[in-house]
């Protein structure tokens, strides 16, 4: 016989995805300048091409600089934009 074992209560914190968790990580990328967005894009990529940094971290880098990458090619796109203009 199995005996019936109580489960932990589920909180808002525990149904959050790895998404949420990332996106709420890089929350901060949206408003950081070209410059300073690149300047830490390149240092990820360093820190990668290094290979010193476990695969958790590696891939928090990776999504962290995905992020980055995102927001440099976005300020990239609108500056050109309002060039044509």
Do not use: F
């Not at 967005?37 to 695969?55: C, H, T, W, Y």
């Not at 980055?68 to 796109?77: G, I, T, V």
């Amino acid at each position: 016989m199995a005996k019936d074992t109580p489960q932990p209560e589920t909180t808002a914190d525990d149904a959050a995805s790895p998404e949420t968790a990332t996106d709420d990580a890089n929350a901060d990328v949206a408003e950081m300048s070209y410059e300073a967005a690149r300047d830490e894009l390149v240092d990820i990529v360093a820190r990668l091409e290094n290979g010193q940094v476990g695969l958790e971290d590696s891939m928090g880098l990776w999504q962290r600089g995905e992020a980055l990458a995102a927001h440099c090619a976005q300020w990239l796109d609108e500056a050109e934009a309002k060039l044509k203009d």
